[in-house]
């Protein structure tokens, strides 16, 4: 059993373009590494079973679709934020459908979607006390960052923590099927 969550995996030419765009912002509190930059369909907790988890998705029954990550907010909100982020300004609805379709094939294991409603995003930098981040998502913008990109694949990750933050092992990829109407 380990700590483990079900994401989307970004492409290097987005991280790329994530990176360049974060190297003009003075970011405050705790910046996320590239290393953990993904969009999380659904949070396992600290004692999820990998392989059944890879297995229940085995077979998911949605389609993905294009994405563009883009956009800069923060929870709980800009004014008192904790975690600033990147949306998208393309996919919202595929990785909304994606996360779905994952809560469905692991509701079996035990595995409750976060009752909060689903928002797709980037962490790009926590903050230990709330702060004001308005001036920093300004500064980030709402354009597009990088490349479009056809979401294809989940992948399950076990998540190592450790004092400096956390190391995301990829554990199992499962790909998407082709040629599905939309769930």
């Known amino acids: 059993m380990t700590r483990a969550f079900v ?6 030419s987005v991280l790329d373009a994530v990176a360049a765009r ?3 912002v003075a970011l405050a509190g ?3 590494s590239r290393g953990q930059w993904h969009l999380t369909l659904q949070f396992l ?3 999820a079973d990998v392989d059944a988890v890879a297995g229940a ?11 563009q990550v883009g956009g800069a907010g923060a929870f709980p909100d800009a004014r008192h934020a904790r975690v600033l982020w990147l949306g998208l300004t393309q996919g919202n609805t595929v990785v909304a459908r994606l996360a779905a379709a994952v809560a469905r094939h692991l509701a079996a294991l035990g595995h409750e979607p976060d009752a ?7 962490t790009v930098a926590r903050c230990r006390a709330p702060i004001d981040l308005r001036p920093v998502i300004e500064a980030v913008g709402t ?3 990088g490349p479009s990109w056809d979401i294809d694949a989940v992948t399950v990750y076990e998540s190592i923590r450790h004092s400096t933050g956390a190391d995301y092992i990829a554990r199992a990829t499962i ?3 082709a040629g599905l109407l939309p769930t």
């Open 30 to 32: 705790r910046p996320t």
């Open 22 to 24: 974060l190297d003009d």
């Open 57 to 67: 998705l085995d077979g998911i029954d949605a389609t993905g679709g294009p994405a």
């Open 143 to 145: 354009q597009p960052v």
């Open 45 to 47: 907790g600290d004692h």
């Open 116 to 122: 909060r409603p689903f928002r797709a995003h980037l």
């Open 7 to 12: 994401a989307v995996r970004l492409p290097e």
């Open 175 to 177: 790909l998407l099927p």
